[in-house]
């Protein structure tokens, strides 16, 4: 299941970059008047009409891809396995023990720590 969730955000990742690509190369709605003056479309590897309808059936191609790994990616995050219980559960499980404050009267022993200064502090 891990390799097809792998293989999946690939396709997705690669299928976006393309789409990016293509339409970024298309020519758009205003370029055809420039094409009428000779820009030299007609002398281009795929003819004068042959590279829109190329780059445009590679874009539907590609957007077909995108959704159908946008839809198994939504799949595969649905299906991965919930765990039980909640964050607040976890967080009492680990919390350290509560220290309870001394009564009143009760005095507080000192540290141990022969370097502590609270032996200095006047009375």
Known sequence: MEFLFSLALTLHVLAAVGIVGLVLVQHGKGADMG???GS???G???GAAGSANFLSRTTAVLAVVFFLTSLSLAYFASNTPKT???VME???KSAPEAVTAPAAGEEVPAPADSASKAKDIPK
């Open 90 to 92: 976890d967080a009492v």
């Open 40 to 42: 030299g479309a007609s």
């Open 84 to 86: 039980t219980g909640s």
């Open 35 to 37: 094409a009428t003056f």
């Open 44 to 46: 281009s590897l795929f």
